[in-house]
Structure formats: C-alpha cells, structure tokens
C-alpha cells in the first residue's frame, strides 16, 4: 500500500499504515523528551553541578576541620604552656610599685661591679599596646672587666632590663660606657583603656 502524505487525515490516525504511524510516535516521544529537557531537567542539571562544587567545597572544609579536631588535644596542651610561658614573662615584668626597686638594683649592680657613675637618669615612659618601656640613661666609667660585670649583673636581674645604644670611650685613664638600659612594665587594663582613648 503506498500513500502519500496528503492522503493521511488526522482524524483517522488508526487507519495509517504502521511506518507513519511510528514515525508519529517517535517524532511525539521525541518532543516530549526535548521539552522535558529543556523545561524540568536541564535546570536540575545545573544545580546538581553547583551541589557538586558545593560538595567538594564542603569535604575540603570537613577534612580540615577533621585534622583540626585530630590535633585539639596537642593545641589544648600548647596553648597551655603558652599560657603558662605568658605568665612567668608577666612575672619578670615590674609592676608600677616595683619599678623603684628595680631602679635601685640596676644602680646597685653598677655600684657592685666597681662603676662610678655619671649619669642616671630615667627617662619618660613609653606606652605600648600592653606593656609600657621604662628607658634609663645611664653614663659610668670603670674598667672594661667592670662593665662585663655590670652587664652580667643586669642580665641576672630577677626583672627584665635590656641595654641598647652601647658606646664605650677613653675617658684618661677610665673608660666611659653611655647606654640606655631599658625596663618594661605590664599595662594594666585599665591604663590600656586610657592609652587607647584620644586625648
């Protein structure tokens, strides 16, 4: 039976040979699963590759938080031992009642290793985030084993003290050392309160 495609009427659809009919068939099927596509699936498509990215993006976060939480113990104990170090540093910081004593060790250290000094003169206190310096201008003049042992001497001190600005000249005979030793104070809250504010 050869018919052509004018001769199939719509309405009679069940009288068409079976090779246009499947044609039909499969051009409708063919329809359905474009437009099923293009308006339900293809949107589910992108975002199942955004949940993908955002998977990987979450095992990267959870690997890490896992190796964090693996090594929480270990932290734990540094930061305890940071805390406990913090607090011997505090300790060999003067308070502002201490600071005089510590002046008068500085001086009797010098006194002790056999200077003679010339200039002691503390200086103006230099505030920082939370600790305060407390430079002291120091000129002495001995000999140079004499320094080594006021030197020494400091650096015994119970007390933070550093020396900077060493300058050692011939003084006749003597020997002259020009230095700025220098102590630190810990801020208390509030004084770091009253730092921070504008004046």
Known sequence: ?????????????????????AVVILFL??????????????????????????????????????QQAANLEAYE????????????????????????????????TGLASGLEFELFK????????????????????????EFGDFVSGVAALPRIVTLHNVNINRAGEMLSMDLTAKTYRYLETEERTEEAQPQ
């Open 77 to 108: 104990k540094q930061l305890e031992e940071m805390r406990e170090s913090f607090g011997d540093m505090l300790r060999q910081l003067p308070n502002k009642t201490e600071v005089a004593d510590l002046l008068v060790d500085v001086s009797q």
């Open 29 to 66: 099927m063919g329809g359905v699963i474009f437009l099923g596509y293009w308006f339900h699936t293809k949107d589910q498509l992108v975002e199942l590759e955004q949940v993908e990215q955002q998977e990987v993006d979450l095992r990267v976060i959870f690997e890490k938080k896992a």
């Open 122 to 145: 503390p200086l103006a206190e230099n505030p920082r985030e939370f600790y305060a310096e407390l430079p002291i201008s120091i000129r002495v003049v001995g000999e140079y084993h």
């Open 1 to 21: 039976m050869n018919l052509e495609l004018d001769q199939l009427e719509l309405a009679d659809v069940a009288r068409w040979p079976a090779a246009a009919r």
